[in-house]
């Protein structure tokens, strides 16, 4: 089982950054599809960013021009880049693997980590 666990959430003031990191615990044989989320109090959950296993991004229009989603160079890790961060950001950050491969075995996946809080105020 992949475990899937998210860092770098803070408090910033409105025009900041932050850096999120989604961390893997498999690193030797499998390369993932990841995804970030995010869920404001109150609201539902929505799609941030998704990171692919041949390097498609895409974004939220939300954020889009804001935000950037890349691998690290360790092939279980992403970031995910905050500029110019507004308080209508604040939300609980969630990462999850949607799709793996591992050797030639390709699975589909719903893997959550547990969640960055973010918080921005104005």
């Known amino acids: 089982q992949v475990q899937v666990v998210e860092s770098g959430g803070g408090s910033v003031q409105a025009g900041g950054s932050l850096r999120l990191t989604c961390a893997t615990s498999?690193?030797?044989?499998?390369?993932?599809?990841m995804s970030w989320y995010r869920q404001a109090p109150g609201k539902e959950r929505e799609f941030v960013s998704s990171?692919?296993?041949?390097?498609?991004?895409s974004y939220a229009d939300s954020v889009k021009g804001r935000f950037t989603i890349s691998q690290g160079n360790a092939k279980n890790t992403v970031y995910l880049q905050m500029n110019s961060l507004q308080p209508e950001d604040t939300a609980m950050y969630y990462c999850k693997v949607y799709r793996g491969k591992c050797l030639m075995k390709t699975f589909e996946a719903d893997i959550w980590g547990q969640g960055t809080q973010v918080t921005v105020s104005s």
């Open positions: 498999e690193r030797t044989i499998c390369v993932f599809g």
């Open positions: 990171f692919d296993l041949d390097g498609s991004t």
